[in-house]
Nanobody, 115 residues
Framework: EVQLVESGGGLVQAGGSLRLSCSAS????????IGWFRQAPGKEREGVSAISNSDGSTVYKDSVKGRFTISRENNKVYLQMNSLKPEDTAVYFC??????????WGQGTQVTVSS
């Protein structure tokens, strides 16, 4: 069974930092790219960052470039978030697309940034 479990969210003041973790199981971790998404109240879910399985290349949403860093090791994907802003407030999800099998999501972790 494919499982993704996020953790590390919380309440932080603007300018603060959080480190999110996504623990993956039920598939060959090293064979797939993993992405982080977020969804704020009343808004659509949006991609934040992703990391490849092959060469570790990364992509970021423009508004988080220079503040967020994605990494992966040992069946976990991390999202280090620095210089947080109130507009980063959202539920953060990790995702894996197992091509031909399905797209899987975790339950999400709440990040709240106060001004």
């Amino acid at each position: 069974e494919v499982q993704l479990v996020e953790s590390g969210g919380g309440l932080v003041q603007a300018g603060g930092s959080l480190r999110l973790s996504c623990s993956a199981s039920g598939f060959i971790f090293d064979d797939y790219a993993i992405g982080w998404f977020r969804q704020a109240p009343g808004k659509e879910r949006e991609g934040v960052s992703a990391i490849s399985n092959s060469d570790g290349s990364t992509v970021y949403k423009d508004s988080v470039k220079g503040r967020f860093t994605i990494s992966r090791e040992n069946n976990k994907v991390y999202l280090q978030m620095n210089s947080l802003k109130p507009e980063d407030t959202a539920v953060y999800f990790c995702n894996v697309d197992l091509y031909g099998v399905g797209s899987y999501w975790g339950q999400g972790t709440q990040v709240t940034v106060s001004s």
